[in-house]
């Protein structure tokens, strides 16, 4: 006997169970993905012999359906039931932004209720670092637009308070979003409590202008998680090109950390990520400077 013959406390096979099983018994959210595709440029500048500041930047959406009409928000849709969950984040990103054939990975599953007025949805967050200039972007489907936004992180306050058994952070964040001379915004407040060995994340959103549905709450949490990437992963190399300096790789990290590093010690660190090469920038008005590439094989075990 095969384990698909085996008969329940009722007396049914798993086949015969399957044919009565009733769809109906249980209520069914409806599952979305929400992709948050972020990038670093440079930032316009008149001095061409000063080398270029830098941004992080997110990529967004402008709604041109209810609900939130007219805001911004993360590219993203429901999930069709013959699809995965990554073949709808690549279907949606694509007839959402025209990006297609990028790495993305599972960045969080998100599922409070009343997230969306629509009906109770349950949505997977994609996170992708990518190269701006190779991706010709252009809204489709219900989007009306489809921008780069330069984003901004500030923690306004954080306080920590003692409880009886552990203690409780609290901490204010500040997101600005902008393109040209839209500016969005919002405020998340993170409040992590310790007790007894746990430890629980709560994130709320305080304010948000402009920003749809929660996606103020994802986009922290995805900044988060980049910072914390970015420090053991090789996940900075998907924005740099074939060839590169290790001046403007130390800037991506400086841009996604949101910190100035010392150079000698990041050239330390970064050392068994890169391989020198014998080309040289030819840049106007700039000394030339030794070019590197990505190593495949930095973390090869074997």
Sequence with gaps: MTIHD?????????SEFLESYD?????????????????VMDKEQENFRKLPEKSLQLLLIKRGEHPYLGQWALPGGFVAPHESL??????????ET?????????????????RDPRTRVISCSYL?????????VQAGDDADDAQWFEVGYRVLQEKKTNLAEGWELEKIVQLTLTHGSTRLTATVKLVETISDRKSVLRREIVESK??????AKIIEYAIGRLRNKIEYTDIAFYLM????????????YEVILGKELLAAAFRRKIAPMVLETNELTKDAGHRPSKLYRFDPNWNRTF
């Design 241 to 252: 090109p074939h060839l590169f300096t290790l001046t403007a790789l130390q800037q991506v």
């Design 98 to 114: 025209n990006i297609r054939d990028i790495y993305m990975e599972q960045l969080y599953t998100w599922g409070d209720v009343g």
């Design 6 to 14: 085996e008969r329940d406390r009722n007396g049914l096979t798993e």
């Design 86 to 95: 990554d073949e709808g984040a690549a279907r949606e990103l694509y007839s």
């Design 210 to 215: 402009g920003i749809g549905f929660d996606h």
């Design 23 to 39: 769809v109906s018994n249980y209520d069914r959210p409806s599952v979305t993905v929400d992709m948050l595709i972020f990038t």
């Design 128 to 136: 992708a670092l990518v190269d701006r200039t190779a991706l010709q």
